[in-house]
């Protein structure tokens, strides 16, 4: 079946640690890929999406994510963790119809 | 910087009872949608529109869900008669185009609790 994966649903890291968050998607083809970030009480703000060329794409807010063919993988990473990075974390995709679809999310708390 | 709003930010509601959560999308985006995240789970699409009719709906958007653009600036839902199943954030979303890999802006979401 198609879907998105984010296999983690809850990751804590310490300020100033690295950070993937991993997505998985099963398509039969490469979709448009996005990483969005929700932070309590907030909407959805997008940090970066991947369309075609260079497989890796950086964002804002420091993030960057790679794009793997071979893995149908789309992995977010930051290399250094701040304190206001604590959030959740959705990888969705655009299967170039009128629709978003989402992983389950990822929730990143930090410790200082 | 322009974003989209949403009003109410929570909406509590009698089982049964009629809804509407409004939307006012980005000034010149053309096509407008509505997710739901029920708690704990993911983000799901309802529907979407343009021009003035519905492009595309999930099977979530039955009979009891209407959408409308009353106006040249506001985006509705509406509930006909509201579940508990309906308890959820609603995020409306909001793209200047339609082409490949287009951008979706969303709003702050409207919590819905049906009690």
């Known amino acids: 079946a198609q879907s998105v994966t984010q296999p983690d649903i809850h990751i804590t890291v310490s300020e100033g640690a690295s950070l993937e968050l991993r997505c998985n998607y099963s398509y039969g083809a490469t979709p448009y890929l996005f990483w969005y970030v929700q932070s309590p009480g907030q909407g959805l703000q997008l940090l970066l999406k991947?369309?075609?060329?260079?497989?890796l794409v950086q964002g804002i807010k420091g993030f960057e994510a790679e794009f793997k063919r071979s893995q149908s993988s789309f992995n977010l990473r930051k290399p250094s963790v701040h304190w206001s990075d604590a959030a959740e974390y959705f990888c969705a995709v655009d299967l170039l119809t009128d629709k978003l679809i989402f992983g389950t999310g990822t929730r990143l708390q930090v410790f200082p | 910087e322009p974003e989209v709003t949403q009003t109410p930010s929570h909406q509590v509601t009698q089982m049964g009872q009629e809804v509407i959560l409004r939307c006012v999308p980005i000034s010149n985006h053309l096509y407008f949608y509505w997710y739901r995240q029920i708690l704990g789970q993911k983000v799901e699409f309802l529907v979407s529109f343009y021009n003035n009719e519905i492009s595309e709906k999930s099977e979530i958007f039955d009979d009891q869900f209407s959408v409308e653009r009353p106006d040249g600036s506001n985006f509705t839902l509406k509930i006909r008669s509201t579940k508990l199943e309906d308890s959820a954030m609603y995020f409306c979303?909001?793209?200047?185009?339609?082409?490949?890999?287009?951008?979706?802006?969303f709003g702050p979401g409207t919590r819905l609790t049906v009690l």
């Open positions: 979303a909001s793209s200047e185009e339609r082409d490949r890999g287009r951008e979706q802006f």
């Open positions: 991947y369309f075609s060329g260079d497989t």
